[in-house]
């Protein structure tokens, strides 16, 4: 495993590490949810409008205060211009991460380098950005962003879609295996949820597999692989957008009781996705 040298460079504050780690797991991340990651409590950001340059001849605002403590910002564009330094740092100095800027009405995503990977402890082999991956990764980290900061989700250990494809069987000519969820929680601790106006008591060792829709899956598909997660997981939960979660719901009222009991569907808000808010 690499040794980051920081004689002379700043040490990494635990935060940083931990964001780094959830860069490494989930293949790659947008730099606004790894502002999330750095904030307190991970709290989601709010809607702020981004600093425009100024008019001719318009005053210029009060300089803000240098030096001290001051509190993460709160707002989308605050927040990620308080991350880039991080993430330049982590890039430049350190060579832990590559950022890429696919779009360019989005922020920069971020890629942990082979260094990073070997820093960081794990084996994954390096992989190329995966841009045609985006949406679908975006919404698993929204997911795991949520299941970290609620407090009423028991504490888990996360087994994430890019270990998950090192434990998968090679493929072979002739058999087929079982469809893999995009992640799998292991609960350490029992506890109580309540979703839907059901109470849902939850046993510590239950493994959860992890669904996240984006869009509506052929019918024939969802009825094969829901009896295969219930077969194989203690639960399972999809987190859709509208289109999938009617789906899914479907699908899961063809099954019968004690299935149905362990199959709990979360709803996406409609702009997981989007960065720039269009005005009504």
């Known amino acids: 495993m690499a040794v980051l040298d920081t004689s002379s460079r700043r040490s990494l504050k635990l935060r940083e590490r931990r964001?780094?780690?959830?860069?490494?797991?989930?293949?790659?991340?947008?730099?606004?949810q790894i502002g999330q990651l750095l904030a307190p409590d991970l709290a989601p950001a709010v809607d702020d409008e981004p600093r425009r340059r100024l008019k001719k001849g318009e005053p210029r605002p009060p300089a803000k205060q240098k030096g001290g403590k001051h509190s993460w910002p709160e707002g989308r564009h605050q927040r990620v211009a308080a991350t880039l330094p991080f993430v330049n740092y982590w890039t430049e100095e350190l060579g832990l991460v590559e950022k890429y800027r696919p779009y360019n009405d989005m922020p920069t995503w971020v890629m942990a380098t082979e260094a990073g990977l070997r820093w960081l402890g794990l084996s994954y082999k390096p992989i190329d950005f995966p841009e045609d991956q985006l949406e679908h990764i975006y919404v698993i980290n929204e997911v795991r962003l949520f299941l970290l900061r609620s407090r009423k989700i028991p504490p888990h250990a996360w087994t994430s879609e890019r270990e998950l494809d090192i434990m998968q069987p090679q493929k072979t000519r002739g058999l087929e295996l079982p469809h893999?969820?995009?992640?799998?929680?292991?609960?350490?601790?029992?506890?109580?949820?309540?979703?839907?106006?059901?109470?849902?008591?939850?046993?510590?060792?239950?493994?959860?597999?992890?669904?996240?829709e984006r869009s509506r899956k052929n019918f024939e598909e969802i009825r094969k692989i829901l009896p295969d997660l219930v077969a194989?997981?203690?639960?399972?939960?999809?987190?859709c957008t509208p289109g999938a979660y009617d789906a899914v719901g479907q699908i899961r009222a063809e099954m019968d009781s004690a299935a149905r009991e362990r199959i709990h569907i979360w709803r996406l808000t409609p702009n997981w996705w989007d960065w720039k808010q269009e005005k009504e």
């Open 19 to 32: 964001a780094l780690d959830f860069i490494a797991h989930a293949k790659t991340a947008r730099v606004d």
């Open 180 to 212: 893999q969820p995009d992640g799998i929680m292991t609960l350490e601790t029992g506890g109580e949820l309540s979703l839907g106006g059901q109470t849902i008591q939850l046993e510590g060792g239950e493994r959860i597999a992890v669904e996240a």
């Open 232 to 239: 194989r997981y203690d639960r399972a939960w999809y987190f």
